[in-house]
């Protein structure tokens, strides 16, 4: 019985034996080609090459924004037994800060299973230190990658603006659609309006890895585009005498009233639009953005009252005071209220509806022609022609001067500013409107606000004989074409020409003039 037992286990035994050598046989012989392209293709893995950012440039061609190589230090958590320990023992020897050691702890309990980055630093330092621990573990790896670097420092900062790593939030969005977790993205200034032209197109890097899942070889099978570079309308030289000069105006003015305040300057060319020049102080350093800013620092320019982070020239909104009278004397000489041969007398008070109302000249400017008024800024003249007009046809010319409504400036967060009137107001203050509001709104107070870049808008139609350009900072930019860069010119784009003769703005200019000379 047991013989036959025995007999019968053996001959399971061997017809297991005959199945297996057959399955083996037909895997090398007739299957092993597919079994050894599929095998080659599990080692095989695929990864995005990501593009250089373009360069920022300014009219000359001089460099405003480019980038350098910085190393980044991965950390693979999944390849230890006790990550925990690990990571504690590379800040260490990395010399690594409290917040960023927290950071760390706080991403590893959130992905256990992805890499993460210990650091980044162009110190020879950071490398040496990651050179004695790298050969004796498989759980760190070294990545070269490109960090933005503004070479004038806080220079044209609100022009320029900053990068930021993407974060969930951004990645969601349709038009960061093909970025990855990681990448930079422009979060102000031209850096964020022409980010699609800055960013490039990511190529395909194919790696070779071994069972343990590092990496034998690489191969490049898309090359990465990089980004266009952008040559802006600034004059480099032009933007570093107008930030000087402001700055000097700004301590002046802080020494006198005791405390610090800010201020923009903008220099347009009336004839194309191009901002040759853009300040807005104070300003800050768009490095310290770059490198990973500290929530130090960022607290730091989030308190400071001066509010640095506020490009002024853009994004304010501000009583134009007597550069308003452009568009009061501009709309009185259209309508027919005045005219080249007017006169006019000034007391030193006008009333308005019984309530008197002063010129910043007490005792009055006596009899003035209408350059004359215009050459002193006479306030009583202004209260007068603005009861006439009254506020709907001084609202009307306003906006054809670009008051009042976004310029569409190749920025972010531009304001429209406000031109007030009835519905605006009882809409905002449930208030009626008055008859003073418009004699306030005629020499650009009361609820008029406008951006200093509007005002500069305004100016340069009163150059060109109504002419209003769109201000645009990009002049020109590269694009691939047949392997090789060519570069495309951004044409000026005509708002409108105002519909009035050119007489009148002469007569306007040279009131201009007189201000300067005698006013």
Request: positive net charge.
């Amino acid at each position: 019985m047991e013989r036959r037992a025995f007999k019968i286990l053996m001959a399971v035994l061997l017809v297991g034996a005959l199945c297996l050598v057959a399955r083996l046989a037909t895997m090398q012989l007739l299957q092993g080609e597919e079994y050894r392209q599929r095998a080659q293709r599990n080692m095989l893995q695929s990864r995005p090459l990501l593009p250089p950012r373009g360069k920022i440039l300014d009219r000359q061609g001089r460099t405003l924004a480019h980038n350098e190589p910085i190393f980044i230090i991965h950390f693979l958590p999944y390849r230890y037994a006790r990550p925990q320990v690990v990571l504690e023992r590379l800040a260490d020897i990395l010399h690594l800060n409290p917040q960023r050691r927290r950071q760390l702890r706080e991403r590893l309990e959130e992905s256990p299973q992805e890499d993460i980055v210990l650091t980044e630093s162009m110190s020879q330092i950071a490398l040496a230190r990651f050179a004695e621990i790298d050969d004796a573990s498989e759980g760190l790896r070294l990545e070269v990658k490109a960090r933005r670097v503004y070479p004038g420092g806080s220079l044209a900062s609100h022009v320029l603006g900053y990068v930021g790593e993407i974060d969930r939030e951004e990645l969601a969005k349709p038009q960061y659609s093909r970025y990855l977790p990681g990448e930079w993205v422009g979060q102000d200034g031209v850096e964020k309006s022409h980010e699609n032209l800055l960013h490039g197109k990511q190529g395909i890097v194919e790696e070779a890895l071994d069972l343990s899942g590092l990496t034998l070889s690489q191969r490049q099978i898309l090359a990465a585009q990089p980004g266009a570079d952008l040559y802006l309308s600034l004059d480099l030289e032009l933007q570093k005498a107008a930030e000087a000069s402001l700055g000097v105006t700004l301590q002046r003015l802080a020494r006198k009233n005791g405390e610090r305040s800010g201020g923009a300057i903008v220099a347009l060319e009336p004839t194309t639009g191009r901002v040759r020049a853009l300040v807005s102080l104070p300003n800050y350093n768009p490095n310290h953005f770059a490198a990973g800013i500290t929530q130090r620092q960022f607290d730091s320019l989030l308190r400071d009252p001066c509010v640095p982070l506020l490009n002024r020239a853009v994004h304010g909104a501000y009583p134009p005071g007597s550069t308003f009278k452009l568009v009061t004397t501009s709309a009185a000489l259209n309508e027919g209220l005045i005219n080249s041969h007017s006169t006019f007398y000034c007391s030193g008070q006008y009333m308005v509806a019984g309530l008197p109302f002063n010129c910043f000249v007490r005792f009055g400017h006596g009899r003035l022609n209408l350059i004359e008024v215009l050459g002193h800024s006479c306030d009583v003249v202004y209260y007068q022609l603005g009861t006439k007009l009254g506020i709907g046809r001084l609202e009307r010319y306003s906006h054809l001067f670009g008051l009042g409504e976004k310029s569409g400036i190749d920025l972010p967060g531009e304001t429209a500013g406000n031109i007030p009137n009835p519905q605006w107001k009882e809409k905002n203050f449930r208030e009626s409107w008055y008859p003073g509001d418009a004699a306030n709104s005629a020499i650009g107070q009361g609820f008029v606000a406008t951006s200093p870049l509007q005002v500069a808008l305004m100016t340069g139609a009163v150059v060109t004989d109504g002419y209003l350009y769109r201000p645009q900072l990009l002049e020109a930019y590269t694009r691939r074409s047949g392997g090789r860069r060519e570069r495309v010119n951004n044409p000026p784009q005509l708002i409108r020409k105002l519909p009035w003769p050119s007489s009148y703005f002469r007569i306007v200019r040279e009131g201009m003039r007189l201000a300067v000379a005698e006013g």
